[in-house]
C-alpha cells in the first residue's frame, strides 16, 4: 500500500498548494450564483411547499461544486502529467493499476468535498438549513464526487492535450451539470423534457442530495442511490481497465 499512500499524499499537496485557486475559487464562485439568482428569484419561486427558492438552490449549488471540482481534480493532474511528461514518475515504481485509481479518485473526493463544505459553510450564514436526512447527504456527496473523481480519470487517460480536456469538460460535464436540475425542479418541466431529464445520471445525484435537506425529491432517493451506486460501479470498472492496460500512458 505504500504507493498508494505516497501517490494519494501527492495528490493531495497537488491541490492544497494552490488552495487559493482549487477551493476558495469555486466557493466564491458558488456565493456569487446564489446572490443573483437569490436576489432575482427569491420571493418569485416557490419550488416546494415551505421551502423558498433560495434554500432550494442551496443544495444544488453545494452538489455543483462538489462535483465540477471532483472532475477537474483527476483529469488536470493526468493531463498535467502527460504534457509536461513527468507521468514516467508515476509509471515507474510497481504502483498496482488499482492503487492508482483510489489514490488519483480519493484525493478528488477530498477536493469535492472540502469544496462543497465550504460553500455549504458560506451559504448557511445567509440561509439557515434544516437537515432531513444526514445519510443522504453524506451518500450522495461521496458517490457524487466518486462518479465525477472517476470520470475525470478516463478523461485524463483520454485525452492528449488541454483542448480534448477542455472539449469534454465543456460539451459533457457542464451541460450534464446544469441540465440536472440545480436551478430548477424537473417537476416544473413539460412530460417531455421531465423524461429527458430522467436520463441524466447527474439529476439523481442532484435530487437525492437535495432531498437529504428538505425530504422533499421529484424521484425516490432509494432509487436514486441505486442508479447512482451502478454508475459509480461501471466507471469504475472501465477506468481500472484502462489503466491496467496503459491505454494513452504505457503506450
Known sequence: M????????????RFWKVSFQTVLAPVVTALLY?????????G????????????????GLVMMSVLQNAFANSSSSLIQSKITGNLVFVLLPPIAHWEMFFA????SLVRGLCVGFGVFIVTIWFIPMSFSAPFYIIAFAILGSGILG????????WADKFDQLAAFQNFLIMPLTFLSGVFYSTHTLPPLWRAVSHLNPFFYMID???YGFFGLSDVNPLVSLCIVG???????????????SG????H
Open 2 to 13: 505504500s504507493g498508494f499512500q505516497t501517490l494519494f499524499y501527492k495528490e493531495l499537496l
Open 247 to 250: 491505454y494513452k500512458l504505457r
Open 150 to 157: 472517476t470520470l475525470g480519470l478516463i478523461a485524463g487517460i
Open 208 to 210: 437525492g442530495f437535495r
Open 230 to 244: 451502478g454508475f459509480l460501479a461501471v466507471l469504475a470498472l472501465i477506468a481500472v481497465r484502462l489503466l491496467a
Open 34 to 42: 446564489l446572490t443573483i439568482f437569490g436576489h432575482a428569484l427569491s
Open 104 to 107: 488519483y479518485v480519493l484525493a
Open 44 to 59: 418569485r419561486v416557490e419550488v416546494y411547499p415551505g421551502v423558498g427558492y433560495t434554500s432550494f438552490l442551496v443544495p
